[in-house]
């Protein structure tokens, strides 16, 4: 089926430094979401994503969080600076619709901030 | 607020023996769309089920799932596990975004 793809798949970033988490979402979804999971914990919503627009984030996604999906291109979880807390499995996500869909998901890109 | 609870994190079950993971929740909205995600490992999470209608079961894989709103449920079960069934399942529903539980480790053995 019909795919999202996350570059990287692994990223180890020194603490304080600038990461930019790739996905390419399903060409005909217009929904996107970025999930946090932390080894062994549970999935964590951060951000979903229409027309352009956030239009709900969760505590989770700080102030140093930013996304974006510039015309045609990735939509990216941007981290800067990134903290040791940061460490984690992010995953993208991608929905034709908003309520009720389900999501298809990327593999995830594993950060690791030392 | 909203929220999955997953009762059992780490579930073991025996080759060929029925298995049960259980989900309540607590939600405000009415009419809401309910999941069943596997995850293997180092895996995307995947929909293996999928409901938004009251008492009316739902199969999948040799998975399935009824949603009770009298009981704010939506268990999932299957009759004989395989070994290929170890997995991270989670159940969760969508209110614009997904809402996950905390995750069941299902560990199937021979």
């Known amino acids: 089926g019909p795919k999202v793809l996350q570059i990287p798949s692994h990223q180890i970033i020194d603490m304080g430094q600038m990461v930019t988490l790739n996905c390419d979402p399903v060409?005909?979804?217009?929904?996107f979401y970025w999930y946090k999971q932390i080894l062994g914990q549970q999935m964590e919503f951060l951000v979903n994503f229409y027309n352009g627009k956030v239009m709900e984030k969760s505590k989770l996604f700080k102030d140093q969080f930013s996304v974006e999906r510039p015309d045609g291109s990735y939509f990216t979880l941007k981290i800067q600076p990134t903290a040791l807390e940061d460490s984690a499995v992010y995953f993208c996500?991608?929905?034709?619709?908003?309520?009720?869909?389900?999501?298809?998901f990327g593999s995830g890109t594993r950060l690791l901030v030392i | 607020g909203d929220s999955v609870t997953q009762t059992e994190g780490l579930v073991t079950v025996t080759e060929g023996l029925p298995v049960k993971l259980n989900c309540t929740y607590q939600?405000?909205?009415?009419?809401?769309?309910f999941f069943w995600y596997v995850q293997y490992l180092n895996e995307a999470p995947q929909v293996l089920l999928k409901s938004s209608t009251d008492n009316k079961r739902t199969e999948h894989q040799g998975f399935h799932a009824t949603l009770h709103k009298s009981s704010s449920s939506f268990h999932l079960q299957k009759s004989s596990a395989q070994l290929s069934d170890s997995a991270l399942y989670y159940c969760a529903f969508n209110t614009g975004k997904l809402t996950f539980g905390d995750g069941t480790v299902l560990t199937v053995k021979p």
């Open positions: 996500a991608s929905s034709s619709t908003g309520a009720n869909s389900d999501y298809t």
């Open positions: 060409s005909n979804h217009l929904y």
């Open positions: 939600t405000t909205y009415l009419t809401i769309a």
